[in-house]
């Protein structure tokens, strides 16, 4: 993990590319509350609180796997379909829509859990690993 990681930036800034350790942490952290939340909260408090949890976590994850996407060399926008195909799904998927959801999801697993971001500087910023390592 690099040690310059800005934690608060991960969650709040689409901006930059991030490393595959502290994308899986914060999508973990990112996961972890939206499943606790579903847990603990009553259904009543779940329809009153909802409306601000969710797009919260909906933005925080929007920007982690944006970071993510920038560092594999892609664009952000295709953090909507990840969202999207999480959102379908959550949280027991149903039907055949959801197992096509879920073959997006798998993907994404992939591309931003397994694969390594492109060596050197991209459109998106510099090897968050290797910052001083120059062009591709």
Not at 42 to 64: D, E, N, Q, R, S
Request: charged residues 10%.
């Amino acid at each position: 993990m690099s040690a310059q990681t800005d934690w608060g930036a991960l969650f709040l800034s689409a901006n930059g590319r991030v490393a595959r350790t502290p994308f899986l942490i914060a999508a973990a952290i990112l996961l972890g509350v939206a499943s606790i939340y579903e847990a603990v909260v009553g259904v009543t408090l779940h329809w009153l609180t909802g409306w601000f949890v969710y797009p919260a976590l909906i933005y925080a994850g929007a920007c982690v796997l944006s970071k993510r996407l920038h560092d594999r060399g892609k664009s952000g926008w295709w953090a909507a379909l990840v969202l999207a195909a999480l959102v379908a799904v959550w949280p027991q998927p149903i039907g055949f829509l959801d197992f096509l959801f879920g073959v997006s999801l798998i993907w994404a697993a992939v591309e931003l859990g397994l694969l390594g971001g492109e060596e050197g500087a991209n459109r998106y910023g510099p090897n968050p690993l290797r910052p001083g390592l120059a062009g591709t």
